[in-house]
């Protein structure tokens, strides 16, 4: 078995090459995937976030961080899957119409993939019919809105109001965010709930998996 | 009337054109465009700190050249001067004369990127403090040399990707500009990114209105001294906090 603190380390320091090498050196050893994931790989994230928050990391340092995560994840996700794991949930993510900032809301997709959800990431100025469309035909059971302009965050509203119309509101729970989105604004529009940066998007999801119907 | 305008820099040639033609005392400070790359946390604490800098009993009013900003100007007060901003998503809307017009646009043209004299000439792109923090409009050399042959490749490619999302370049003339200059440079970034190109006539009557006093109407927001500015999530945009 490999060090597993050189997988820690890759992802902290966003060094994918380091990240696949020891995770495949860990699977032929036979590791365990869950453990991989849970004790090493998702705390080198949230130290990651951390470091975000008090401005030693950037975007593009948060960027690598989530590279190396996902290359280790693409080996782990298939032999999870072979056991048959669940998911925690499914996520249907996007940044919402008019608005085509996507930085925060792919690495809260990517946040999410590390912590178990399947995400199906719509990418940027998503319709609500799309949302829509992935509740009913994927069984999504969470929809996440991000909003960078105080301009679209309107646009979350009529989703929300889209969802409910379609008569799916019910079934999912609906997380918002984005750096103008605050609490107050998520609860005046009927959201379930919010966070400010995406390892909290991620207990955020759990919190609201617990509560919803599962896919 | 004394009066002292802080305004983004991104305004420049549209609110030194509006102070000299004002039929009142302008003092003028120019910030960083830079500053709305902050974030609106960020940039909220440094508004306030330069507010918080004008003498007090100087002024009948302090002007903001700005819009809400991404919350940039959520939270803001003075201590002892009257404040007026437009109400105004950000420096499009006051380029276009009108938050109703600004939001009819936006509506109607999504995928667009925006350009003006400030947005060309004042630091291109969100270059200023944003390359550092967001890595966007950095080169793909400088991303290589600090982050390596693989990884600042990926960097690159994933924070270009945005250009092939947009459709659009649209330049807002507002007849300040002293040749073609600008305009033809706009041309050439939306050709060189493979965008459709707009010159659309701005419009400077929110401008000019602020900085002559003409506040009334319902299209700009007064905040008497101590009264706190917040975002209203409603075509409103920016209203007062109430007092608790
Ligand atoms: C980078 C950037 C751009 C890039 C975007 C590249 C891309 N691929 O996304 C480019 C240069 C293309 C751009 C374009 C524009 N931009 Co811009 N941009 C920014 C900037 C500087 C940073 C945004 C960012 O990526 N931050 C980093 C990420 C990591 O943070 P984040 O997105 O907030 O995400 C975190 C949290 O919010 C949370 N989160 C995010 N989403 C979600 C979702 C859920 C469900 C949850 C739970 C959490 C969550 O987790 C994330 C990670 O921790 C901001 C200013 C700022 N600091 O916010 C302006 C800003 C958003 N832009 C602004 C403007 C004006 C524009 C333009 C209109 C400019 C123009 N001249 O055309 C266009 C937009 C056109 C359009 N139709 O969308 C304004 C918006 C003002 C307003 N009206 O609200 C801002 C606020 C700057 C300002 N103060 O003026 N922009």
Redesign the pocket.
């Known amino acids: 078995m490999p060090d597993l603190q050189k997988l820690y380390d890759a992802v902290l320091s966003g060094d994918r090459n380091t990240a696949v090498a020891v995770t495949q050196e860990a699977i032929a050893t036979g590791g365990d995937p869950l453990e991989l994931i849970s004790k090493y790989m998702v705390p080198a994230m949230d130290e990651v ?1 951390r470091l ?1 928050e008090c401005e030693e990391y950037f ?1 593009p340092e ?1 960027l690598l961080s989530a590279r190396a995560m996902k290359g280790s994840l693409e080996l782990l996700r298939p032999l999870l899957a072979a056991r048959g794991a669940q998911p925690v949930g499914r996520v249907v ?1 996007g940044t919402v119409k ?8 792919n ?2 997709a990517s946040l999410l993939e590390g912590g178990g959800f399947e995400v199906i990431d719509f990418g940027a100025d998503v319709a609500p019919e799309k949302f829509i469309a992935a509740v009913q035909e994927k069984g999504a059971n969470i929809v ?3 909003a ?4 679209t965050m309107p646009a979350m509203r009529t989703t929300i109001d889209a969802l409910k119309q379609a008569g799916v509101r019910e079934r999912i729970k609906v ?6 989105v605050t609490e107050q604004f998520a609860a005046e529009i009927g959201a379930d709930g ?5 390892s909290a ?1 991620v207990t ?1 999801a759990r919190r609201l998996t617990a509560t919803a119907v599962r896919p | 009337m004394r009066l002292m305008l802080i305004s983004c820099e991104v305004l420049f040639r549209e609110m030194c054109d509006a102070a000299a033609r004002s039929p009142h005392q302008v003092d003028v400070e120019f910030l960083p465009k830079g500053l ?5 946390k960020g ?1 909220a604490v440094e508004m306030q700190r330069r507010i918080d800098a004008v003498p007090a009993g100087k002024y009948d009013a302090i002007l903001l050249g700005y ?4 919350n ?1 100007l959520h939270g803001i007060s003075a201590r002892h001067t009257m404040l007026v901003l437009p109400r105004a ?2 420096c ?1 809307a006051l380029l276009m004369g009108s938050r109703e017009k600004h939001q009819q646009y936006f509506d109607e043209h ?6 003006s004299t400030g ?1 060309l000439e004042r630091g291109k ?2 270059q200023q403090l ?1 390359h550092v923090t ?1 890595g ?1 409009d950095v080169t793909l050399d400088q991303m290589i040399e600090k982050y390596g042959e693989d990884n600042g490749r990926y960097l690159h490619e994933e924070l270009t ?2 250009r092939s999302a947009y459709t659009r370049l649209t330049y807002i003339a507002t007849g300040l500009e002293a040749d073609s200059r600008f305009e033809e440079e706009a041309r050439w970034e939306a050709a060189e990114r493979g965008w459709e190109f707009e010159r659309l006539a701005g419009n400077l009557v929110l401008v000019h209105r602020l900085v002559s006093g003409d506040w009334g109407g319902g299209d700009f927001v007064i905040a008497q001294p101590g009264e706190r500015f917040r975002a209203s999530y409603d075509d409103s945009i920016v209203r007062i906090e109430e007092r608790a």
């Open positions: 976030g975000f975007v948060l993510i008019g608005d085509l900032h996507d930085i925060g809301k690495l809260v996440a809105l991000s960078l302009l105080t301009v997380m918002v965010g984005g750096a103008p919010y966070s400010d940066n995406a998007a955020l | 709305h790359d902050l974030g609106g940039m819009g809400l900003c991404g940039g998503h950000d499009i999504p995928g667009t990127y925006y350009r947005w792109g969100l944003t967001t966007i990707r945005y």
